[in-house]
């Protein structure tokens, strides 16, 4: 049983401004709850650098978000479809993220294999903070911040 809370049920003033100003913001962008995530995502964190596989999300984000650059270094976010935690800790070591760099994940319960990938993810020393949404998830790199884990419902 996953059990999920909403603002209510968060503590941190960081994770609390950002799922009231931000996740349950009335704005709308896409029907695609992960790729709604995406975009409320990239304007309030104001993201100027983004890596993305996937070419037709990144055409969408483009359209959005004109001025916004695509990189694989010095990344302001990532949005993967998988991402197992040695392929994180890679791209950790190359110096691709800073602190305030995001990872949006999609789809972290399509099966057991992504799910598992998930966990060690979150378990990971740099994780400092991570967000369970059921359609994806969200890690950041917060150096100021105690590790916390939440489980929000979108």
Excluded at 9 to 27: A, E, N, R
Excluded at 42 to 66: D, G, R, W
Excluded at 109 to 128: D, F, G, K, P
Aim: net charge positive.
């Amino acid at each position: 049983m996953i059990k999920s809370t909403n603002e209510h049920g968060v503590h941190s003033p960081f994770i609390y401004k950002f799922v009231t100003q931000c996740l349950y913001s009335k704005k709308r962008l896409h029907k695609n709850k992960s790729i709604n995530v995406l975009l409320k995502s990239i304007a309030y964190f104001n993201i100027e650098n983004i890596s993305i596989t996937n070419k037709s999300i990144a055409k969408l984000v483009k359209q959005h978000y004109p001025k916004i650059e695509f990189n694989d270094t010095d990344i302001d976010m990532l949005f993967v479809e998988e991402l197992n935690a040695p392929s994180f800790q890679k791209m950790l070591s190359e110096g691709k993220f800073h602190n305030d760099s995001l990872i949006l994940i999609q789809s972290i319960y399509q099966n057991e294999e992504r799910l598992e990938q998930w966990q060690q993810l979150i378990a990971l020393a740099s994780i400092t903070v991570s967000i369970d949404m059921y359609h994806c998830g969200l890690i950041f790199i917060r150096s100021e911040q105690v590790k916390e884990h939440f489980t929000i419902r979108i």
